[in-house]
């Protein structure tokens, strides 16, 4: 059902509540949808969203572990009633499965990046430092760059981005975000919090090419 | 009334259900396609042939005795008439085309069934497989430029789908929110030999498609009540949801129960008789006054099977702004989408009504005594009207007055083209019954009139049907004239030949100083075409009786209003199909009229 915040609303008097009761604030969602494996569901699914006119940040698409299904995350940016039209129009299409909205729940987020550094002027080792503090993985070297693979929640990704501007990036790629729910018995960890510059959460890494 | 209607219900659906035997061994791909359209109960198809889809054609010649093909002469008439088929009997309507130029003529008919909520499978030819993304001759990537425009979309590419596929696209088309789906067929496949036995009622692979609603809540059903209890001022807004459910019945015993008017979209007039006191008739730009103004003062609004469409509510933010809204739709995406609903009931339209009426007490009745009496004033001070022309003329409001006085016996079956004539028939014919009313709507596609009528006509061979059309709409699918005699369709053309396209003239009259802007429908040179014409039809462009007969179909023409009502009993009487070309005059507006985006205190009557 709709998520609704109705306190102390008159609805008699509120004939259109979406833009009355609470002023239209921009959120950011986070969505997954289960979608059949087959030619033409991203098309589809991409074509609704731009002939509908949502906004959508970043789109995953990737196999699950079941053949016949992939899962496609996505990132959108607009109202609660924006949002609600998105989910719903998606859940329309055929052959989209299910729809999961991981606003408000407890969910990893991740986003993979690669990056390619200019270290033309001598500055291989403060990179190095610095993508060893944020756990990023050199795996490529270059006479004048280098590139490192670094993966985490969308702040660290950009908070390492900014920290490269100085050396000069010469080119970079993002997978977009992807996400799942965590575990219901689990406690909450607070990675998600990670801010600029606080290393992220995983293992370090276990070998630098 | 009640009993009648349920009647007529249970037929459509005894009808649907017995199966018809289809040969299981020794098929081509495209036999297959059309035994598994036999076993989905199709009678009828509309089949334009060409390269890709000859294979089809072939197929059907040789299950003739079990599914008529009706040859349309464009496919896109043969898209509307299976609209046409579908809105009046509520069975999936069939049209097959080629690949390339044919699929394409298939996208206005496509978007508008979407638009419309009207079940409709398309079939195209596709090239081979193996041709496929390399531009061959005649190939489109119709998926693809079918996907928005379609509730769903198949291309079979193995043999073994074939019945699954059929399956599913008649199941999804007729589910649910209704719609068409498209399925684009590969000749390669279309041509392929079956190996061994075939099952025409394999297990479906829908794991996305939900379409049954959750049982309706019984808590929900409660404060439904409630709010009608408390309301002094309800009004029920009723909408093409109420017609693709089949709950005529159950919404005349609960609007009669509850003492509630109602209003109906376009899309929605038949639900309710027309005839009936309690009848607001339409709502909307071209609606009632007395129906705008009882939205406008409601403080109940009871929205069943409706969207909010911006041709009923004009201004958002002004529309039915006092009234607490109840919200009825078996589409979860339209509930919230347009206007907050205080009572979201996402549902069957039926089960709902059938769990009102079941819940309904007499103690639960509103007391709306002064709700009616002043709806009863609005009635006798606005009602619909049109001046009398002073001369021997035929207005087309009047034309269609009389047509409804001297036809309303007959259960007639109405289709219309889009503009003028169009808003003019939803006011003055009054449908008291559902399915008789097709209207292309949500899309306004002009040329659906014809095609559309030959649709129902092949569905309902008994059936008087009627296409009431503009000069401007006929001339844009003409060419079924061709259809209707050759496939001896006794469809009627009813033609309000007023020379212009009348709506978008009445636009330029009104808001932008009378331009002439490419609304004439004759030679340049007449001066009409610049608006310095003296106003009456000095030429008439073309000669419709002429066209007519020249394709076997009888017609005849009349301009003076005393010789109406014998040219339209001319019209019914004669054998087979007729067209009767009306002269109008071209001056009148369709009104009342709430120009667009504007609210209810911006009606136009004058």
Not at chain 1, 126 to 155: C, N, W, Y
Not at chain 2, 10 to 19: E, F, L, R
Not at chain 2, 27 to 49: K, R, S, T
Request: net charge negative.
């Amino acid at each position: 059902m709709v998520r609704r915040r109705r306190g102390g609303v008159d609805l008699a008097n509120a004939p259109n509540l979406w833009e009355f009761a609470r002023p239209p604030s921009i959120m950011k969602h986070v969505l997954s949808a289960l979608v059949v494996n087959q030619p033409g569901v991203l098309a589809h699914i991409s074509g609704m969203l731009a002939s509908r006119a949502f906004n959508i940040d970043s789109l995953a698409v990737g196999a699950t572990e079941n053949p016949e299904f992939s899962r496609m995350t996505f990132v959108v940016h607009g109202t609660e009633k924006t949002l609600d039209q998105v989910r719903k129009q998606l859940e329309k299409i055929i052959t989209v499965v299910k729809v999961i909205d991981f606003s408000n729940q407890n969910f990893v987020e991740r986003d993979l990046m690669l990056i390619k550094v200019s270290t033309e002027a001598g500055t291989r080792s403060q990179v190095k430092e610095l993508a060893e503090i944020f756990r990023g993985r050199i795996v490529d070297v270059g006479t004048g760059h280098v590139m490192i693979e670094i993966s985490g929640p969308e702040r660290k990704i950009e908070a390492f981005i900014d920290m490269m501007r100085p050396f000069g990036i010469i080119e970079l790629v993002r997978t977009g975000r992807i996400a799942l729910l965590r575990s219901a018995e689990l406690p909450p960890q607070d990675e998600d919090e990670a801010g600029a510059g606080v290393p992220a959460d995983e293992p370090p890494p276990e070998a630098v090419v | 009334m009640a009993t009648d209607l349920k009647t007529s219900n249970t037929k459509v659906k005894t009808a649907a259900a017995a199966k018809p035997s289809v040969p299981t061994r020794d098929l081509n791909g495209a036999e297959v396609l059309v035994a598994a359209l036999i076993n989905q109960g199709v009678d009828n198809v509309f089949a334009y042939p060409g390269g890709a889809s000859m294979p089809i054609h072939q197929a059907l010649t040789k299950f003739k005795t079990q599914v008529r093909t009706i040859l349309p002469r464009h496919e896109q008439g043969g898209g509307f008439a299976a609209e046409g088929y579908a809105r009046a009997t509520g069975k999936v309507g069939v049209c097959i085309a080629t690949s390339g130029p044919g699929a394409t003529n298939f996208v206005t008919c496509l978007a508008d069934a979407k638009l419309d909520s009207i079940p409709m499978v398309a079939i195209t030819g596709q090239v081979a497989r193996h041709f496929i993304g390399s531009d061959a001759f005649q190939e489109t990537p119709i998926v693809e430029v079918c996907r928005a425009i379609t509730k769903h979309h198949f291309m079979i590419t193995n043999f073994e789908d074939i019945p699954r596929i059929v399956k599913e696209a008649f199941h999804i088309a007729s589910s649910g929110r209704p719609g068409p789906v498209l399925i684009d067929f590969p000749k390669d496949v279309q041509l392929e030999k079956s190996k061994g036995e075939i099952n025409y009622d394999p297990e479906m692979d829908l794991p996305g498609y939900h379409p049954e609603c959750k049982a309706v809540s019984t808590s929900l059903v409660r404060k439904t009540i409630a709010a009608i209890r408390e309301s002094k001022k309800p009004i029920l807004y009723v909408g093409g949801g109420a017609i693709s459910s089949e709950c005529s019945a159950e919404l005349y015993t609960f609007a009669k129960a509850a003492g509630i008017p109602v209003a109906m979209t376009l899309m929605g007039l038949g639900a309710f008789p027309g005839s009936d006191d309690q009848s607001l008739h339409m709502l909307g730009m071209h609606g009632t006054v007395y129906a705008n103004y009882a939205i406008n003062d409601a403080d109940l609004l009871l929205a069943f099977g409706v969207r909010f469409d911006d041709r009923v509510t004009g201004k958002l933010a002004e529309f039915a702004q006092h009234g607490k809204v109840v919200h009825v739709d078996n589409d979860a995406s339209e509930i919230h989408k347009n206007r907050f609903a205080d009572i979201a009931i996402h549902g069957d339209l039926k089960e709902v009504l059938q769990a009102l009426n079941a819940a309904w007490t007499e103690a639960d009745k509103p007391d709306t005594k002064a709700w009616h009496k002043q709806i009863a004033e609005w009635k006798a001070k606005f009602p619909l009207r049109y001046n009398d022309p002073g001369r021997d003329l035929i207005l087309g409001q009047h034309a269609i007055d009389e047509l409804y006085r001297l036809t309303k016996t007959q259960d007639v079956y109405m289709a219309v083209g889009v503009g003028q004539h169009q808003m003019w028939a939803a006011q003055f014919y009054k449908f008291d019954k559902p399915r008789r009313w097709m209207s292309s709507s949500g899309l306004g596609s002009m040329g659906f009139g014809l095609p559309c009528a030959m649709g129902v006509q092949a569905a309902l061979p008994e059936k008087l049907v009627i296409d009431i059309d503009g000069d401007g709409s006929f001339l844009m699918n003409v060419q079924e004239l061709a259809t209707i005699h050759c496939e001896k369709l006794p469809v009627k053309i009813f033609l309000l030949n007023n020379q212009h396209l009348g709506m978008v003239m009445q636009w330029e009259d009104r808001f932008m100083k009378g331009n002439r802007a490419h609304t004439y429908l004759g030679p340049i040179d007449n001066p009409e075409a610049e608006g310095k014409g003296t106003g009456d039809h000095t030429e008439l462009y073309p000669n419709f009786v002429q066209m007519a007969k020249s394709f076997g179909v009888n017609a005849r023409s009349v301009a003076k209003k005393s010789e109406l009502e014998s040219a339209i009993k001319e019209m019914i009487e004669t054998p087979g199909p007729f067209l009767l070309d009306v002269i109008c005059p071209y001056q009148e507006h369709v009104l009342p009229m709430i120009p667009g985006g504007k609210g209810v205190r911006d009606i136009i009557t004058e």
